[in-house]
């Protein structure tokens, strides 16, 4: 009786070990993927901005054939993996700034973004090139 506790317990210690390292690499995809993201949705105010000659007012208009001339500039807008969201502020006709939240990285909010989401920091943004 007694080896077979001794075996759940370090099984069990293994678990929890496997379970606290995972969570590093996780935090660290999700936020490669809204960095690919924010990139995506950089890419599609580019060309909306060459069609139409200034930015959207808001991001929605990237898909849903609201621009200049009707075009859908993407299928879906992404979404943020975990539980933020992406933040657009449009600035002026030849300016935005587009912010997220990373779980891994800088922890200070960042100037001129809008709100991520409650309980969100905005620690990452691009702007226009």
């Known amino acids: 009786m007694i080896e077979i506790l ?9 678990i929890g070990v496997g379970l606290v390292s995972y969570q590093g690499p996780r935090k660290s995809s999700r936020d490669a993927k809204r960095k690919a ?13 060459t069609d139409c000659k200034e930015y959207p007012a808001n991001k929605a208009r ?3 054939g609201n621009s200049c001339n009707g075009s859908i500039y993407m299928a879906e807008v992404p979404k943020d993996p975990g539980s933020c969201s992406y933040s657009y502020s449009f600035v002026s006709a030849n300016s935005y700034i587009l912010c997220a939240s990373l779980e891994i990285g800088a922890t200070a ?8 989401g409650a309980g969100c920091t905005c620690n990452y943004k691009t702007i226009n090139p």
Do not use: F, H, P
């Not at 001794?6 to 293994?14: D, G, H, K, N, S």
């Not at 993201?37 to 901005?49: F, G, K, P, V």
């Open 62 to 64: 990237l898909s849903n």
């Open 6 to 14: 001794v075996v759940m317990t370090i099984i069990a210690v293994l």
């Open 37 to 49: 993201d924010l990139e995506q949705i950089r890419s599609a105010l580019e060309i909306y901005r």
């Open 109 to 116: 909010a960042v100037t001129g973004c809008g709100s991520c």
